[in-house]
């Protein structure tokens, strides 16, 4: 039956419902990239990610069928320097090979289905005229970043098929970080939609100041931590809250500079996470006091203070465990996570009034 022009209730429900929609899409394809954080980080921990030499965007979604296809990717493999120098001298079998195969199989075949739901959902959407007007350009724009992700994911593999024998730590935290800031936008425009969907204004929140700060501060643990994973540093020390005993770590190399130790070593990258944490913590708790202030924010603050308290807890247990893949997981997961409720209640103390 078709709806009446002249009935207001029914064009009021048809225009909220094309917010609505997007809004939906957009929540459900940031839950896929939270996934993809999660297994990225588990590629790491389990030294997958250099398995498969090759970038096929298309052919590469058909993992080996056959033996022959297997010995193929396997041969492939043993011509980098991870194999070379650990794993062959280590004794790696086909059957090990094909365990960190499937690890990095599944990262690359979750980004590809990132990329399928997005696009077709987003097409879905602009046929059937669902996105709202200045919503075009933002949506493509992160579905540009997805793309943008998968190149950079590669130039990331790249580094450690020839002259290393793991990524470059910088092109790691690079990887990360985009991942987190895709899946923070994609957050912040479905909370912009979902309230214009409900109130009828299309009113986007902006970025403030305490929010601003708050989120650069958590990017600088994030990217220490991406360092960490990326240079092993984690299993330089086993104790917490002294490393190997002592306040200041012994064994930081300060003969290449300065700057070179504070991006390289892993002594002191390792000793520069714990302690800029408490840096974190108490940004967040005045932060999530902010947000509490502004109308229906109280699960937000309670969403972030539940989130850093989680991370520190699950970070000196990593520690304490001699880095246990699954706690590592966790921590990476939490850390996801904490960025989601940061962007949560940056977007709340960000609405425009009207």
Known sequence: MATSASDPAAASAAVQSRPLALARLLFVVAAMVFAMVVVGGITRLTES?????????????????NHADWARAFDLYKATPE????????????????????????????????????????LWLWIKRAIPRGYGWKVIGLLALGGAQGLLGWYMVMSGLSLRTD???FRLSAHLLLALAIMSALIWV??????????????????????????????????????VAGLNAGQVAADWPTMQGRFIPEGIDWTR?????????????HFMHRWWAWVVVAAMVVFARKVRKQPGARRA???????????????????????????????QAVGALLVVSTVWGANLLGQRQS
Request: hydrophobic content about 50%.
């Open 190 to 227: 479905a909370l912009d939609l979902r309230r214009f969907a409900s109130t009828g204004e299309d009113r986007p929140s902006r970025l403030t100041r305490p929010a601003l700060v708050t989120i650069t501060i958590l990017f600088v643990q994030l990217m220490l931590g991406a360092w």
């Open 83 to 122: 194999y070379i120098e650990i794993n062959g001298p280590a004794g790696m079998t086909l059957a090990t090979f094909k365990h960190i195969y499937w690890w990095e199989f599944a990262h690359r075949l979750l980004g590809r289905l990132i990329g399928l739901v997005f696009g077709a959902g987003l």
């Open 167 to 169: 990524v470059s730590h």
């Open 257 to 269: 500079g300065t700057f070179w130790a504070l991006t390289n070593d892993p002594y002191l990258i």
């Open 301 to 331: 603050s309670i969403a972030i203070h539940s989130a850093f308290g989680t991370q520190v807890l699950l970070g000196i247990l990593t520690v304490l465990s001699g880095v246990a893949i699954w706690l590592a997981a966790l921590h």
């Open 49 to 65: 990610g250099l398995s498969i030499t090759e970038w096929n965007p298309i052919s590469g979604a058909i993992p080996p069928l």
